[in-house]
């Protein structure tokens, strides 16, 4: 029933359903949840470059743009993307208003492997996996072992069993999410999530209303 949940959603908010191709040989050795400053992504592999591309919903040319900082086993980001991130869509994102960006902001070391894998996947279905992974974090965060279940939830998402180790494996991916995480520090996020709205910064969740008291004005203005 579970399995059949997630196909189900899924498929849902993603209309196309593309296997994702095989990485290419991965470094081994994913070192601990530790930001390395200066790291540069090692790995010369387009596959890595195209995985740390960012991932972004709506009109390129949308006059407001937000920047959401999340953590994928943070219980504030599942509230957010349960209770409040379609509305947000429907209202700003589907209607050309708001172009909204995804930046992986992990909190833990599950966390981290939770944001390489829904970046394995097929870019095309990065935002239905990722809402996936917030509807049903309790059952894989919370898990006596979190990565078996992340490996389910990929392999539903299109992810083979070879390219989900490599993925979670790839030292390349893992430094490049934890560079652009102390990016997004040093730039004044402190927690998840964060939401930059035109520059400005705006910390927690909130409700539609509050993100329309937020938005109208710029959309108006611009």
Not at 49 to 78: K, Q, W
Not at 94 to 109: A, E
């Amino acid at each position: 029933m579970f399995g059949g949940f997630i196909i189900g959603y899924i498929l849902c908010l993603e209309t196309v359903v593309h296997l994702y191709r095989r990485i290419g040989a991965a470094l081994a050795g994913l070192t601990a949840f530790v930001v390395i400053a200066g790291s540069a992504i090692a790995q010369d592999t387009g596959d890595t470059a195209a995985m740390l591309s960012p991932r972004v919903i709506g009109n390129a040319d949308a006059p407001v743009t937000i920047v959401e900082y999340f953590s994928l086993t943070c219980p504030h980001c599942a509230s957010f993307h349960n209770d409040v991130y379609d509305d947000l869509k429907k209202k700003y994102v589907d209607t050309g208003k708001v172009k909204f960006i995804y930046s992986d902001f992990p909190l833990d070391g599950v966390g981290l492997r939770a944001a390489m894998m829904a970046r394995c996947v097929d870019e095309r279905r990065y935002p239905g996996v990722i809402q996936v992974l917030f509807k049903t974090q309790n059952n894989w965060a919370r898990a006596a072992d979190p990565i078996a279940e992340l490996k389910k939830i990929g392999q539903l998402a299109g992810l083979g069993e070879e390219a989900f180790e490599s993925c979670i494996q790839s030292e390349a991916l893992a430094n490049g999410i934890l560079a652009e995480r102390q990016k997004a520090g040093a730039s004044g996020v402190q927690s998840t999530p964060t939401f930059r709205i035109e520059g400005q910064l705006y910390p927690g969740s909130r409700s539609i209303e509050e993100f329309s008291e937020i938005l109208d004005p710029l959309v108006t203005k611009n």
